[in-house]
C-alpha cells in the first residue's frame, strides 16, 4: 500500500479519541487558503467488500465540513452539525488518498452551510451537503480557590 504523503500535506493535530482512531488525518490549503484535509484508506477503514466503509467516507465529509466552517472565524467558531446529507458516487479502496474540499455556501449568525467534495485522483467518491449550528464559546467555569 502507499503510504507516502503528498507534498504540502501536514499532520492534522485537531479532534477527539474517535477521529484520532480512523487517523492520522492531514492538511493543506489551496491557493484561496481554504483547508483540504485528507487521509489515506487503509484496510482497517474497509467492508467486507474491501471498499471504504460508508460509514467511514460520511465521516471524512462530516469532519472536513465541521474543521473548515469552524475555523472559518478568528477565533475558530464552535458549531454542532443539524444535518448532512450525502451522496455516494464510486468507491475507494485501501491505498487511495482520499481528499475532501469544502465550500461555505453561507454563514449567518446561527447557521452556517456548506458543501463537500471527496476525491482520490481525478474521481469523485462522495458529495456532501451540511447545515451547522454556530455555538457560543465555552467558557471554563472559575475554580474555587483552595
Not at 44 to 71: C, E, K, M, P, Y
Not at 125 to 144: H, R, W
Amino acid at each position: 500500500m502507499n503510504e507516502e504523503i503528498p507534498d504540502g500535506f501536514k499532520l492534522l493535530k485537531r479532534g477527539g479519541g474517535y477521529l484520532s482512531s480512523l487517523g492520522p488525518w492531514y492538511y493543506s490549503r489551496d491557493e484561496k487558503q481554504q483547508m483540504i484535509l485528507a487521509i489515506r484508506v487503509e484496510d482497517r477503514h474497509t467492508n467486507i467488500r474491501h471498499i471504504a466503509h460508508g460509514g467511514f467516507l460520511v465521516t471524512i465529509v462530516d469532519t472536513a465540513l465541521g474543521i473548515v466552517v469552524s475555523s472559518s472565524r478568528e477565533p475558530a467558531q464552535p458549531i454542532v452539525t443539524v444535518s448532512l446529507t450525502t451522496n455516494f458516487v464510486s468507491s475507494a479502496e485501501p491505498g487511495d488518498w482520499i481528499e475532501a474540499h469544502v465550500t461555505i455556501d453561507r454563514m449567518g449568525g446561527r447557521l452556517a452551510y456548506a458543501s463537500c467534495t471527496l476525491s482520490t485522483g481525478d474521481r469523485v467518491i462522495m458529495t456532501g451537503t451540511g447545515v451547522f449550528a454556530l455555538m457560543k464559546p465555552v467558557v471554563p467555569k472559575e475554580q474555587p480557590d483552595g
